[in-house]
């Protein structure tokens, strides 16, 4: 991202911008009654202005980051692992049941997340083998 478009802020909040402006569409599609859109009482106003603000513009800006100082395949490992986070805890502090297929599901994502993580770090050890077309091109 850095490399293609030197200021990835600004293009963090160009995306955030076009995302609220396509969840807004489908959400009238969705629910078009006024009632359904009202904000009161104002602590829904204040958790959906900072889930909207500070939560998202700080995941992007961190992804951004993390894109910058490790690579894309990083921040689209750890992305699944935000479906364990959520199971773990709506358990724990909604009390919501845990289902074979979620703890099967979170099982299969993290063992996933590290075999990619596991290739990827024995990619980068694995010294690179010039080939003759490598040799001829210096």
Known sequence: MGDAYP????????MLAMSTV??????????????EWALYPPIRALAS??????????GVC???????RRGAL???VFSP??????AILSWAF????LYVG??????????????VLWGKSKELEAPKVETKEDIEMH
């Open 94 to 97: 909604l009390r919501e049941k």
């Open 22 to 35: 396509e969840c807004s569409i489908f959400g009238m599609i969705i629910m078009p009654q006024k009632r």
């Open 102 to 115: 979620t703890v099967l599901g979170s099982v299969l994502i993290v063992i996933g997340l590290y075999a």
């Open 7 to 14: 200021v990835p802020y600004s293009s963090s909040a160009l």
């Open 49 to 58: 202005v900072y889930g909207g603000v500070v939560c998202s513009g700080i």
């Open 81 to 86: 692992l935000l479906l364990v986070i959520v």
């Open 62 to 68: 961190m992804m951004s980051w993390s894109i910058q």
């Open 74 to 76: 990083f921040v689209s």
